[in-house]
T-cell receptor, first 111, second 114 residues
């Protein structure tokens, strides 16, 4: 049973525009959420996180929004750059140790 | 500094054989995680070590899978009597302590069971 879902396997965006990647979760016990970015043949790298007590966290071009009532989070990238093209995974934690990952969204930013 | 390294990068084996996958975490990181990533899926939690002990092994799929971290640094994931369904990329990650500390992932070991 997948507790973290990314329903869009791929997304294509023009350079300079906004990329919005979405993630839904089912477990209301999750209290911390993260986004990872993955290039081919490399492990995922941490991008940005948010605690469940917040609804927004911003870091440069990256902003994560959390809607607890809808059990939904999103990652906004503005402006999108070709180097942002990668697979993005959202992840959620409760009980400190066990990370649950979504299946990923492949972002393609076209020049 | 050096990141998380995993060896081998690729492993091809025959059904029924035994394999060992190695993870060298970042020096000083006490938490170490193993994940399995199948094609088109996200990483799936297998086991978490805090120091030398397995603090949570609830993700190990069955008793053919076992992992050790005898000195609190290098970890080995061991798979006995491999099956074709074990074919996946096995990822290792480490973090300074645990929980919400940033996890740093290795490049993974791609295991193919023929």
């Amino acid at each position: 049973d997948q507790q973290v879902k990314q329903n869009s396997p791929s997304l294509s965006v023009q350079e300079g525009r906004i990329s919005i990647l979405n993630c839904d979760y089912t477990n209301s016990m999750f209290d911390y959420f993260l986004w990872y970015k993955k290039y081919p043949a490399e492990g995922p790298t941490f991008l940005i996180s948010i605690s469940s007590i917040k609804d927004k966290n911003e870091d440069g071009r990256f902003t994560v929004f959390l809607n607890k009532s809808a059990k939904h989070l999103s990652l906004h990238i503005v402006p999108s750059q070709p180097g942002d093209s990668a697979v993005y995974f959202c992840a959620a934690i409760y009980n400190f140790n066990k990370f649950y990952f979504g299946s990923g969204t492949k972002l393609n930013v076209k020049p | 500094g050096a990141g998380v390294s995993q060896t081998p990068s690729n492993k091809v084996t025959e059904k029924g054989k035994y394999v060992e996958l190695r993870c060298d975490p970042i020096s000083g990181h006490t938490a170490l995680y193993w994940y399995r990533q199948s094609l088109g899926q996200g990483p799936e939690f297998l086991i978490y070590f805090q120091g030398t002990g397995a603090a949570d092994d609830s993700g190990l799929p069955n008793d053919r899978f076992f992992a050790v971290r005898p000195e609190g640094s290098v970890s080995t994931l061991k798979i006995q009597r491999t099956e074709r369904g074990d074919s996946a990329v096995y990822l290792c990650a480490s973090s300074l302590t645990s929980g919400k500390d940033t996890q740093y992932f290795g490049p993974g070991t791609r295991l193919t069971v023929l």
